[in-house]
């Protein structure tokens, strides 16, 4: 796969090259050169899941993996199920969270944790910092994986204590360390790091944000498989699909498989109160801005990192506003959603139930809706319990973390101190 930088088309880059973490000089993100578009589409999507993905993946990334290679890295990284379950006539749930860490991030995770261990020379450093779930699903796709080391970088006493366990009880190559300060000091903090080029190669320093697009690749892939589903139903019609989304990775690659051949009516750009696309879209001038805290969290983004791919990928305005649906939706909406899904007898979490309620307002009679679950309702709940007074019953991977050590250490918020830590972390 040839990729080329968002700004300077003749900045470019292998696959591998950008999977492990090699930026555009020109400040851009890479993007494919070009999507080969598939004609055999019927055939693929009558392949079962792992089939399938081996196949498509071959034809993108083939010049750079051997189809054995795809085939170990998709057993191993996509080995869960996704399913499409129905939630009311017409309107589906496709649910990315039956992963380790119970969250769609999971995927993308894996995925990049697999083509990483495959390409490396030396060991790696996995610097990530978090607010939540990125840290969670990155801990577990490298977790006790020879030749890596993960270090997560989280507010203190700014996660909820079950976020915090997902990643801070694992122990072995996981390190997890709590800044005193916010989440934007942590992401200063690994900024600094990335920046120090002598610490970068010693430690052999990697990011995993989501602006990877090993990350959105695999994220693609799901996209495929809610068409299948459907066609399994016997729903041959295009969906339209709903992404409830924050940075703007999984709407990307939703656009991704659209451009591979993807059936889909419309997507639904979903975002909470950090209304900057939806704004956008409704006309005003493109506008990043602060996040605001909401109740679906993961989504609190201000600046969506992934707004340049999508946007130049449309060309204009113009060419957005006419592919694309899209709806904000309040802390208020959210709690009305969760409590109305409840009542059809689907739990939600906030940031599932604010793609129905977008899903909910832009789909036209006849069509077929589909919304992207991406985390399950038990990771908050004290939102579930707030919206439909029931408290999510614990699924095992969280029960067996209840009593399980915290094994975080804690760390100043400063730059230097860090680099020592780091150091000292990659001796043992
Ligand atoms: C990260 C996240 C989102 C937003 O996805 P983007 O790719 O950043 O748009 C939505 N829901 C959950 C649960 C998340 O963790």
Redesign the pocket.
Known sequence: MRLLSTRDPRARSTFRAAAAGAQPPDGGLWVPEAWPRFDDLDALLALPWAERNVEILHRLLGDEFAREELAALVGEALDFPIPLAPVEPGVFALEL?HGPTL???DVGARFLAGVLARGSTGPRTILTATS???GA?VAHAFWKRPGFRAVVLYPAGRVSPRQERQFACLGDNVHALAVEGSFDDCQALAKACFADADLSAELGLTSAN?INIARLLA?GLYYLEAAAQLRGLGIPGPPVVA???????????GLMAEALGLPVAAFVAATNANDTVPAFLDGGPYRPRPSVPTL?N??D?GA???WERIARSAGDAAALRATLRWDRCSDAGTLEAMAALQGLGYEA????A??WAALKRRLQPGETGVF?A??HPA?FPEVVERATGRVPALPPALGALESAPVLSRPQSNDPAALKAVLRSLCRD
């Open positions: 969270f969250a769609f991030k939540g779930d990125t699903a989501s994220q992404v409830p989304s924050g940075n703007f990775g999984n709407l990307c690659a679906s993961a989504m983004v969506p990192s992934n979490c906030p940031h599932t604010v793609a992207l991406t985390a990771k």
